[in-house]
């Protein structure tokens, strides 16, 4: 090749790698936040936290479930997965728990793709409950009747206003949405549902009392199997926090660059991880963390940073609203290191 010819090939490929390969990576995920912090303080931070609370001891596994009440307690994992697609993993992070109520945020986005967030509003509504997650007290109380799609009554509301033609139908759109969701495939921990489908008599209950007040819209027990299904999947820390920046990344999960939610939903969501997403723990959460996050009794929390990154940690013993103690102590840790609250101009970059 001539010099001239050499120049030319140079020129052209560097008109490609700067038109094309920008594309390519806004189409995996969004181009690193300026104001995120780099991988190896995050990695330190999460280090940090790991050694700071793996001795923790408080908390007790959930055991209404009983499959729930002999998983290892001593189990920990933490797992960041920020915009960009960078991973950042510590301890028990391939360990598949069961997502539990974690689901709830991905049936709602479902049920917002499928009806629109107005219909989702109108339907099942947008309120904290102030009362334990799964209260009937709640029920018959507010004036909506469902509170919102983060606690169990709202929950069930929630799938189901799902579409299908029959029961399966709903349940595999539900596990192939969340698996687009975690950017590989979901299954259902069969253990998890038999244990929880054969001691689920409050939800039944919750369903009777959703369709006295006409806030369910199919059949109440179907439903309340579905979401006993959602419960049911299993994933892992890293699979949960790619859930979490999927989110966190506008709806565009930042490992397969599909987006999964639709961007103008995100709000909606995060508000109502923030008001709902801890049950009654939920305005401690707030003043303390500053961040929307969900909870679920198989000791999965998942809390998003948005534009940033997700975090997601998995410790079975839970406080007396349902959610995992050396997840919430490690969330509060890693946030308030990395400025991630906020409700702090911090998280913006000030100082
Ligand atoms: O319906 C239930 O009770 C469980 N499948 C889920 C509850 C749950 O995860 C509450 N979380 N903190």
Redesign the pocket.
Known sequence: MNTKRMLTALLLFAAITTSVLPVRVAAQGRQPSPVAPRREVVAAVVQEAYDKFKNETKGKNADYIPYLAQVDSKLFGIAIVTTDNQVLTKGDVTFSFSI??ISKVYTMALAMEELGPNKVFEKVGSEPTGRP??SPVAVVDMKTHTGNPLV?AGAIATTSLISGKDANEKWIKILDFYSRAAGEKLSLIDEVYKS?AATNTG?KALSMLLAKYDRIYADPFESVDIYTKQ?SVGVNAAQLARMGATLANNGINPATGEQVIKAEDIPHILSTMTMAGL?DGSGGWAWNVGLPAK???GGGIVAIVPGKAAIAVFAPPLDEA??SVKAQEVIDYVSEKLHYNLYSPASVGWK
């Open positions: 539990q109520s997650f799964n169990n929880e939800n419960c049950y909870s679920g009794v349902g959610n």
